[in-house]
């Protein structure tokens, strides 16, 4: 017997879920309730590909092996340093009878749900992918349970472009349902972003229904430049935020975010030195989205937050202990949100913002050239970055 959660799918330890799973069953043969998934394309969190490279010092054979490596031994990719995965791409093979994901064969999908819990088998040895960027094509297949969350590919996207705005589609949504419940005077209350029309998240085309700004929250973003870093600046804008601050650690990626026109300011300073952040800001800011995939930036997210303010999470490389104890140690009055990457319609809300705010796109047609070698800014294709 199936169970919606996959605790079927656990090997071990036993009694966990699949995402604090050691080991998953990645057999292809589905339950009633079950959805198999032909994998075309993985993108590995940034936070993980990140910890990845580094530790085989931009080796990328040696990252493919190690990728490879821990698929095989965990029936998922799951990073054991980081604790992260990331998400995927492909058609769907087989759906149970019984599945309440509204999915048909042939269906071109994007899962949002980490692959983390995600039971995952490769096939081809991951030969067409250099270890050398996040988006990995493969080939192999995947199995969804009952409360997973997929989204049908768009027709009008993309494809790596849309994996790469739906692996943080999470971050925009949760950034405007902050900032709408701020200019409403209710942070972080509001039961879905008005900005968004009548339905909350995923009504109506975004810029017909963006509020005035008078009255909102001033927003901070580090990693302003990056992939959720990007589109959680254009959603504080819309949703109404009075003031955007973009974060970003050079001027390569200062000059690139002052030429989007996304930020209403943009600092230059490295988020984990927490009294440099603090100077390049200023004055402190009713809410800080933090969007980088380094660690050691809770302690500056934390000083650059005004008192009774928000700070919001989207980080995997985030440390609970180090936000927690921070902001005690520093007396600090405020908010701390972890980003779980999902919202009703937060899909359809990022892909939005992708088609209607051109600087936006811009940036991820930016990130695709430098990340594959092909011409920045050309084409429709985007990818992640290491500011994701």
């Not at 995600?118 to 996040?134: C, F, I, S």
């Not at 800011?285 to 999470?313: K, R, W």
């Not at 104890?325 to 990022?350: K, Q, R, S």
Request: hydrophobic content about 45%.
């Amino acid at each position: 017997m199936t169970s919606p959660i996959g605790l079927h799918r656990v090997i071990e330890p036993v009694g966990v879920l699949p995402q604090a799973a050691a080991r998953l069953d990645a057999s292809p043969a589905i339950g009633r309730d079950e959805v198999r998934i032909a994998v075309e394309r993985l993108n590995l969190d940034a936070a993980s590909f990140r910890q990845l490279a580094t530790k085989h010092g931009g080796d990328g054979d040696a990252v493919r092996a190690e990728v490879l490596s821990i698929i095989a031994k965990r029936g998922k990719m799951h990073n054991p340093v980081t604790g992260s995965g990331g998400m995927l791409i492909g058609t769907v093979e087989e759906v149970g009878p019984d599945s309440p994901l509204g999915l048909k064969p042939g269906d071109r999908v994007a899962t949002l749900v980490s692959l983390t819990l995600t039971p995952l088998a490769v096939t081809d040895g991951l030969a067409g992918w250099d270890g050398h960027g996040e988006q990995v094509p493969c080939s192999g297949h995947a199995i969804l349970f009952g409360r997973s969350i997929a989204a049908v590919l768009p027709d009008d996207l993309d494809a790596t472009l849309a994996l790469a705005v739906l692996d943080v589609c999470g971050a925009p949504a949760l950034t405007a349902r902050v900032v709408a419940g701020y200019r409403d005077g209710a942070p972080n209350r509001s039961p879905a972003v008005e900005s968004l029309g009548g339905d909350g998240l995923g009504g109506g085309p975004v810029r017909q229904s963006a509020p005035t700004r008078a009255g909102g929250p001033s927003v901070a973003v580090i990693g302003g430049a990056g992939k959720s870093g990007s589109l959680s600046l254009a959603a504080a804008r819309l949703a109404g935020a009075a003031r955007t601050v973009g974060v970003v650690p050079d001027e390569g990626e200062a000059r690139r975010l002052r030429e989007s026109g996304l930020a209403d300011r943009v600092a230059v300073a490295d988020a984990r030195n927490p009294v440099a952040l603090s100077a390049a800001l200023g004055e402190p800011v009713d809410v800080t989205v933090v969007c980088v995939d380094v660690p050691g930036c809770e302690h500056g997210a934390i000083l650059v937050t005004a008192p009774g303010g928000t700070v919001v999470f989207f980080s995997m490389a985030t440390s609970f202990a180090a936000a927690a104890l921070g902001a005690e140690g520093l007396a600090a009055d405020v908010t701390m949100l972890i980003g779980n990457g999902y919202l009703p319609g937060h899909a359809e809300y990022a892909l939005d913002l992708v088609r209607t705010v051109p600087a936006v796109r811009d940036l991820f047609a930016a990130r695709l050239g430098t990340e594959t070698g092909t011409p920045a800014g050309g084409g429709r294709g985007a990818s992640g970055t290491a500011a994701d």
